[in-house]
């Protein structure tokens, strides 16, 4: 279950940006920034870390998922 989980997990990274590029090119570097933050967060174990350091990763991911939303929804939808 957990492998299955993990699999869905990386497959889910390309297709997002996918869909962010079809957007627009800033949107796509929203994703990949909203990527690469869960990354550092999850992966490499910044959360453990000093608070300043875990909580600017927090607040980096929350406005790269803002500024997609916001951009995203200022274009017309394409689907």
């Known amino acids: 279950m957990m492998r299955n989980a993990l ?42 870390g000093h608070w300043l350091i875990r909580n600017v990763i927090i607040a980096l991911d929350y406005a790269s998922f803002e500024l997609g939303a916001t951009l995203v929804a200022s274009k017309s939808a394409l689907f």
């Open 7 to 48: 699999i869905l997990r990386w497959l889910l990274v390309p297709i997002c940006c996918a869909i962010s590029a079809l957007y627009s090119m800033d949107a796509l570097y929203a994703s990949i920034s909203i990527a690469l933050s869960t990354v550092l967060y999850n992966e490499c174990g910044i959360h453990g």
